[in-house]
């Protein structure tokens, strides 16, 4: 097993920073996913750790040997692309089989790995097959398992099931994350769905503008989003952020909104009376009964196992996310309770959690 770490790595496409000195550490056998929306920098992060892109400065360390100057062959790390990238001409065997062929394999041990990686992956049914022959979900098996013949040291993913409808995804997140357990090799995964990174990743990397905002469990950056940015990307429904001032009165602290107010837990070292501030609650968390908070039903949106409920307040807007059906509609008085230990609250200024 291999560790990975990133070093104050930087990224300048002429004038124009992609990354801005990412530092990063990846544990050997962690299955880590760069998240963040379109333009965030994720895939120019994967492509230089792969090598396919030069970073403008910083270190790339892998196994704790720097390998900036080294070429992707020389890392030994395999990438299945978006694209699949497979060679139209060759059958799924050959596929699968050619970069061990390229090193001079000897066929006989091509074959044996071929039919071991194909019964895994459920594709010995289809060895002989051309990439035009198969399914989307197919295509992208050979793909795995071409990087996976090798052996490499490394297994980088860049948003491969973006081209999948949407049960295909949740069965390929279900089978990339058996592939992990199964291997144990240290992988580094890009998308933009949050769904996908909290369902595959022992760890997250949210990025934001070329920056990492925060690092963790996905217990962790959905519980205790570190800035604004990772709160608000982090979920669905999506959180809602309104302004407010922080205030305290008879030893107790709260954010006040308009004419509402509600109570909040804030160390003191970070409470400071009159600060500008935004809070938010996830919509699981805003219950809906006959105490509270007053406001009006906006919108109602039945799901099924849910029903996202926007409600309309003094505060502002919330997104309260009820089990089942509830019987109301548009228009109609409801109540809203906050616990303050399920309030989020960030600095206005600087957008970092207080």
Request: glycine residues 8%; proline residues 5%.
């Given at each position: 097993?291999?560790?990975?770490?990133?070093?104050?790595?930087?990224?300048?496409?002429?004038?124009?920073?992609?990354?801005?000195?990412?530092?990063?550490?990846?544990?050997?056998?962690?299955?880590?996913?760069?998240?963040?929306?379109?333009?965030c920098?994720?895939?120019?992060?994967?492509?230089?750790?792969?090598?396919?892109?030069?970073s403008?400065?910083?270190?790339?360390l892998?196994?704790?040997?720097?390998?900036?100057?080294?070429?992707?062959?020389?890392?030994?790390?395999?990438?299945?692309?978006?694209?699949?990238?497979?060679?139209?001409?060759?059958?799924?065997?050959?596929n699968?089989?050619?970069?061990?062929?390229?090193?001079?394999?000897?066929?006989?041990?091509?074959?044996?790995?071929?039919?071991?990686?194909?019964?895994s992956?459920?594709?010995?049914?289809?060895?002989?097959?051309?990439?035009?022959?198969?399914?989307?979900?197919?295509?992208?098996?050979?793909?795995?398992?071409?990087?996976?013949?090798?052996?490499?040291?490394?297994?980088?993913?860049?948003?491969?099931?973006?081209?999948?409808?949407a049960?295909?995804?949740?069965?390929?997140?279900?089978?990339?994350?058996?592939?992990?357990?199964?291997?144990?090799?240290t992988?580094?995964?890009?998308?933009?769905?949050?769904?996908?990174?909290?369902s595959?990743?022992?760890?997250?990397?949210?990025?934001?503008?070329?920056?990492?905002?925060?690092?963790?469990?996905?217990?962790?950056?959905?519980?205790?989003?570190?800035?604004?940015?990772?709160a608000?990307?982090?979920?669905?429904?999506?959180?809602?952020?309104?302004?407010?001032?922080?205030?305290?009165?008879?030893?107790?602290?709260?954010?006040?909104?308009?004419?509402?107010?509600?109570?909040?837990?804030?160390?003191?070292?970070?409470?400071?009376?009159?600060?500008?501030?935004?809070?938010?609650?996830?919509?699981?968390?805003?219950r809906?009964?006959?105490?509270?908070?007053?406001?009006?039903?906006?919108?109602?949106?039945?799901?099924?196992?849910?029903?996202?409920?926007?409600?309309?307040?003094?505060?502002?807007?919330?997104?309260?996310?009820?089990?089942?059906?509830?019987?109301?509609?548009?228009?109609?008085?409801?109540?809203?309770?906050?616990?303050?230990?399920?309030?989020?609250?960030?600095?206005?200024?600087?957008?970092?959690?207080?």
């Amino acid at each position: 097993m291999t560790d990975i770490r990133l070093k104050e790595v930087s990224k300048k496409f002429g004038s124009f920073q992609v990354c801005h000195s990412i530092d990063l550490d990846i544990k050997a056998g962690e299955f880590i996913t760069l998240l963040g929306s379109s333009g965030c920098g994720k895939t120019t992060t994967l492509n230089m750790v792969a090598g396919l892109e030069d970073s403008t400065s910083g270190d790339i360390l892998i196994a704790g040997r720097r390998v900036n100057d080294l070429s992707p062959v020389e890392r030994d790390v395999a990438m299945v692309f978006q694209n699949y990238a497979l060679y139209p001409h060759m059958t799924v065997a050959q596929n699968i089989g050619f970069n061990l062929k390229m090193r001079g394999v000897p066929p006989a041990i091509i074959r044996e790995k071929i039919q071991k990686l194909a019964a895994s992956l459920e594709l010995g049914h289809v060895l002989e097959r051309f990439p035009a022959q198969l399914s989307g979900g197919q295509q992208q098996r050979v793909a795995i398992g071409r990087a996976l013949v090798r052996e490499p040291r490394i297994f980088l993913f860049d948003e491969p099931f973006s081209n999948l409808d949407a049960s295909l995804r949740v069965k390929m997140r279900a089978e990339v994350n058996q592939l992990h357990v199964q291997q144990n090799v240290t992988s580094i995964f890009v998308t933009h769905d949050q769904e996908e990174a909290m369902s595959i990743s022992d760890r997250i990397a949210v990025m934001y503008r070329g920056r990492v905002e925060q690092v963790g469990t996905p217990e962790e950056i959905y519980a205790r989003p570190a800035t604004r940015y990772v709160a608000s990307f982090i979920g669905s429904p999506q959180i809602e952020l309104l302004d407010g001032i922080l205030e305290e009165s008879n030893g107790a602290t709260f954010v006040r909104a308009g004419q509402t107010v509600l109570p909040v837990s804030i160390g003191r070292s970070k409470f400071k009376v009159g600060r500008a501030v935004e809070f938010g609650v996830r919509p699981e968390h805003v219950r809906v009964g006959e105490n509270g908070i007053e406001g009006r039903v906006q919108i109602l949106q039945p799901i099924g196992p849910a029903t996202h409920v926007k409600i309309d307040t003094a505060a502002g807007a919330f997104i309260a996310s009820v089990p089942g059906f509830l019987r109301v509609k548009p228009g109609d008085a409801v109540n809203i309770e906050i616990q303050p230990s399920d309030l989020h609250v960030f600095d206005k200024e600087t957008g970092l959690r207080l």
